[in-house]
């Protein structure tokens, strides 16, 4: 009888460790979706900032002054924060720095130059040229940052994309 309770008590033993290992390897599991939860959800928030931004620009003149300052500097954050989130990619930390000095030319003819367009005819027509060619960069950079996005937004099985590879001629 001992015989056979030893051998109960060494199956118990395994049970058990396959037990905590599985419940180990699920916890694991479930921290690294997490991870990546919280990786997409802050990468998209560059991204939505980014687009909320560029839409206040389009209509400047109409967003109020109280919220111009918190738009400008949730963008910021979000393109100083891209540096970070998308660390082994900087061409998205310098498409967003691009916006945002294209962004001046547009809020700064808004806020200053379009006062003087009856004064200064030829100096706010070059900033107006300079104001609308920032503003259609900014538009199509939005584009441009959702092709450098995918990778990182992509919540599929795997947290990148994989690039096709190219048949051999």
Do not use: C
Not at 11 to 31: E, L, N, P
Not at 74 to 80: E, G, K, L, M
């Amino acid at each position: 009888m001992t015989d056979a309770l030893k051998v109960l008590e060494g199956i118990a033993t395994v049970v058990i460790a396959v037990y905590v290992a599985s419940v180990g390897t699920f916890q694991w599991f479930t921290a690294r979706d997490k991870l990546r939860l919280d990786l997409y959800d802050r990468r998209f928030d560059v991204y939505l900032r980014a687009v909320d931004f560029m839409q206040a620009l389009m209509m400047w003149s109409s967003v109020p002054d109280e919220e111009r300052l918190p738009k400008r500097i949730a963008f910021i954050r979000a393109s100083r924060e891209s540096q970070f989130l998308f660390a082994d990619d900087l061409r998205i930390f310098h498409l967003l720095e691009e916006f945002n000095t294209r962004s001046f030319k547009v809020t700064g003819y808004v806020e200053e130059l379009s006062k003087y367009v009856a004064i200064m005819p030829k100096e706010t027509l070059a900033a107006y040229d300079e104001k609308q060619s920032s503003l259609e960069w900014i538009m199509a950079s939005i584009s441009e940052l959702e092709i450098l996005m995918t990778p990182y937004l992509a919540f599929g099985h795997h947290s990148r994309i994989r690039k096709p590879k190219r048949p051999k001629p």
